[in-house]
């Protein structure tokens, strides 16, 4: 009997294309893995945002954001309630607010001014007035966000990058004890 040569360059293909169909499985495997994850991921993401809303809408307390300029970038219903405006004519609105009382104005605009050169006054009571001239004496509790996350990242060991935010301050504004705000 006589042996053929032995042939190379075709068991070299076929081993090739059966290498390259189990790096493919793999592969598929793989991304298959990591949509279950990514989609597992957003289902908590959506339950935790819903939660939030749901949180954020039943506050008595009104939650107010702002970025560096001082225009408004969040506002829940409470707040818009407290203030008697709806949130399409808060969102994006630069000061002077519409809620600020004319009696007040110079201490909103000092407050302001105060805010934008870092300083900051942690609590304080003031009168904000709605549309039909109503005022609602208000305790504000005023925190920028770029100090907090500042303050956490000296905390770490890890490095963090600064991330740009829809809001740089976050305050909290409550009526004063044994006010609602309505005549």
Request: some cysteine.
């Amino acid at each position: 009997s006589v042996k053929d040569a032995p042939r190379l360059l075709p068991n070299l293909l076929v081993g090739s294309v059966i290498l390259l169909s189990l790096g493919l499985l793999a592969s598929l495997a793989a991304l298959w893995r990591h949509i279950r994850r990514r989609l597992a991921a957003e289902g908590a993401l959506r339950q935790q945002m819903a939660f939030r809303t749901a949180m954020e809408n039943s506050m008595v307390t009104g939650l107010r954001a702002r970025d560096l300029e001082g225009r408004i970038t969040y506002v829940n219903p409470a707040f818009c309630r407290m203030v008697g405006l709806p949130e399409n004519e808060l969102v994006g609105r630069a000061p002077p607010m519409p809620y600020w009382a004319p009696e007040a104005m110079a201490e909103y605009e000092d407050r302001f001014q105060g805010i934008l050169s870092g300083k900051v006054t942690p609590q304080f009571e003031t009168v904000f007035q709605r549309p039909d001239e109503v005022r609602v004496p208000v305790l504000v509790f005023d925190a920028p966000v770029a100090d907090c996350l500042e303050r956490r990242m000296a905390r770490h060991d890890a490095p963090f990058a600064a991330a740009d935010t829809a809001a740089d301050d976050v305050c909290l504004i409550s009526f004063t004890s044994g006010t609602t705000g309505v005549r």
